[in-house]
């Protein structure tokens, strides 16, 4: 992987031809998505830059959605919001509403964790920008992630309304995970307008659903918000049941990088229990893990809130109160920054007893009168809020009645006019199945276009690829393969034989290179034996034993198809030596008057084909799909979670 690596990454940082640069950074931003964060950024950018200066900003809008995830984990949002807005600055040439739409959401993505009243902005553009007809699984994420950043800004009842909306969205689509994040979102909303007991009953019924689903990664932070709810009605023995669950099930996890802030937020939630009860030793314990996972912070507001709290909790409770002082100003910074109304006034408080406690009362009485003024700025927005909660319920059931009563007045209409109605019915239904075919008719016109230009760009990037592999292992074979072969000889001659063993271990090396770049194999021995030699090498080089039933398939394809047939088998082995953890696998090739067929199939772990396919790493399995359009096959994939993987592919001879 890593002399790929380079070898692409030479090829990007050299390449004069636009077109062969943007192929090779895509290599590059494939290998390095989930491994190499720092390289993925820099590459990313320059693909960016260069999709725009060649005008392909459907291109660059693609790289700069991606991009965002890596680069708010790495603390770095604002550069985020920057490229995406000099995407934006030519939005007019975006035609894709799940781009255009898809911007804006990662934006406020961006935003979520620096400024929610932003991030509330741009989920509305992304909202105005989709398209309702094929984008409502993005139109629900928006509404959902909206109701996250309203709830943030205490604004309960848009917050709530948005929920709701993202849940039926949801329900719709059937997609019962991302529901159940819908739910919770309405339970946090019953929990901070006072509704504890309702809040924890509701948040075991969704703590049991995710358990049935096997959705344990969600499980850590709702137990950490259950803690709370049983902390405000004064229950500390299930508050820290609660954060012992949520501990457990976090380290059971096996990638703990991608579940920091759930590390941060539990762990924080555990210092502060310990410290006020007095169990200072367990307090320092979790003190020194969260100290631990203070590089990954960055600039997320959430997570800086909750480990400055952590250790201003604890310096107060053993009288240490300018090592507090120190943190609780960082928690009243991050707060105001984020704009999140609890957190401003749980640090004004703590910040007033600790000026309380080194005799400054002064500003103490400050701190305490803020927090005085939020408190009861928030008990307000409580109390309109749980009076806007029953009057919602009332409408609700108020909207009911009125709708039964006016199903029966239309049904008794509808007796009576029945003739009429089913004429207007017949000669509506026609004037709309006319205008829905004209509709359907220029849509199915239009997407056929744009397939057929998705598909040959596709083609003519890998034409291009190929060319481009076969001119490098042309000159990797016949010039310096020429220039080795000298230099061995003038080793021979000296009798340098140290020398000449190295030489010919650079010479097999620039062979293999050179055979993996292009298969010259194809034009020396045809595209049969070529397989074979392929398989041999597999059996010789690796523990994965590779039987085969291979018919001759010798002169039925066109040279430049030959390739691509062989590039297909080539990667589906691949696929087995590097991620199937196989210990065998067969290929059969069988032709017909009409068709090639292959079937390759291995006894390895499988995996989610869907899930996989949509994946940015996956590029392997897009370029099968791609490869056998080009040569107007028909590819099936049979895989399943721990019972190995099945490959069939149906190609016409031309």
Do not use: C, W
């Amino acid at each position: 992987m890593a002399q790929d690596l380079s070898y692409y990454r030479k090829l990007a940082d050299t390449s004069h031809n636009d077109l062969a640069k943007l192929v090779a950074i895509d290599s590059v931003l494939s290998k390095t998505y989930a491994s190499k964060p720092t390289t993925f950024i820099t590459y990313s950018i320059q693909y960016i830059e260069l999709a725009k200066k060649i005008d392909s900003i459907e291109l660059a809008a693609k790289k700069a959605m991606n991009l965002q995830h890596v680069l708010v984990r790495q603390g770095e949002a604002r550069k985020s919001i920057t490229i995406i807005d000099g995407v934006l600055i030519q939005k007019n040439k975006i035609k894709d509403s799940f781009l255009l739409g898809g911007l804006y959401l990662k934006k406020g993505g961006a935003y979520f964790v620096i400024d929610a009243q932003k991030a509330v902005a741009n989920y509305s553009l992304a909202i105005q920008h989709f398209s309702k007809q094929k984008d409502s699984i993005y139109i629900a994420d928006a509404y959902l992630f909206r109701g996250q950043a309203f709830s943030n800004l205490g604004k309960y009842v848009p917050a709530g309304n948005d929920f709701n909306t993202a849940y039926k969205y949801y329900e719709k689509l059937k997609d019962y995970e991302y529901m159940l994040h819908a739910q919770q979102g309405n339970i946090i909303m019953f929990s901070q307008n006072g509704f504890y007991e309702k809040a924890i009953n509701e948040r075991e019924k969704l703590i049991n659903k995710l358990t049935e689903l096997n959705l344990f990664q969600y499980l850590p932070r709702l137990y950490a918000n259950q803690s709370i709810d049983y902390k405000n009605i004064g229950d500390k023995k299930m508050q820290l049941s609660s954060l012992q669950e949520a501990k457990k099930i976090l380290e059971q996890q096996n990638d703990k990088d991608a579940y920091f802030e759930n590390y941060i937020d539990v762990y924080s939630k555990l210092v502060s229990y310990y410290s006020d009860i007095g169990d200072f030793n367990k307090a320092e314990n979790y003190l020194n893990k969260l100290e631990n996972l203070k590089g990954k912070i960055g600039n997320d507001r959430i997570n800086q809130i909750n480990f400055e709290n952590a250790f201003a909790t604890y310096f107060f409770s053993i009288k240490d109160y300018e090592s507090a002082l120190t943190h609780a100003k960082i928690v009243l910074q991050s707060a105001k920054e984020l704009n999140h109304s609890e957190a401003i006034m749980d640090a004004h408080l703590l910040l007033a007893n600790i000026y309380e406690k080194t005799k400054n009362y002064k500003k103490s009485l400050l701190n305490k009168n803020s927090y005085l003024a939020i408190s009861d700025s928030l008990k307000s927005k409580s109390a309109t809020n749980t009076l806007a909660y029953y009057q919602t319920l009332y409408e609700t059931e108020k909207k009911e009645k009125e709708l039964a009563l006016k199903n029966a007045n239309i049904k008794i209409l509808k007796n009576k006019n029945a003739g009429l109605k089913k004429t207007g019915l017949f000669i509506g239904l026609a004037i709309l199945f006319l205008f829905a075919y004209i509709i359907l008719f220029r849509k199915q016109k239009n997407l056929k276009t744009k397939k057929q230009l998705q598909e040959k760009f596709s083609q003519e990037l890998l034409i291009s690829q190929e060319k481009e592999r076969k001119r490098i292992s042309s000159d990797l074979h016949d010039s310096i393969g020429q220039r080795l072969l000298i230099l061995k000889n003038k080793l021979l001659k000296a009798k340098d034989k140290e020398g000449k063993e190295m030489v010919e271990e650079t010479i097999e090396e620039v062979r293999a290179i050179s055979r993996n770049l292009y298969p010259f194999q194809l034009q020396e021995l045809g595209i049969t034996k070529a397989i074979l030699q392929n398989i041999s090498q597999i059996d010789e080089n690796t523990s994965v034993f590779i039987s085969s039933e291979i018919d001759d398939i010798d002169n039925l394809l066109t040279k430049e198809k030959e390739v691509n047939l062989y590039r297909i088998i080539q990667e589906s082995l691949n696929n087995i030596i590097k991620h199937a953890n196989a210990k065998a696998g067969k290929i059969s090739i069988k032709k017909t008057k009409e068709f090639i067929y292959i079937n390759i199939k291995d006894n390895g772990v499988g995996f989610d084909f869907q899930k996989n396919l949509y994946k940015q790493s996956s590029m392997g399995l897009k370029t099968l799909l791609e490869r056998t359009k080009y040569l107007n096959g028909q590819a099936t994939i049979y895989s399943k979670k721990g019972e190995g993987t099945q490959l069939n592919f149906k190609i016409p001879i031309t």
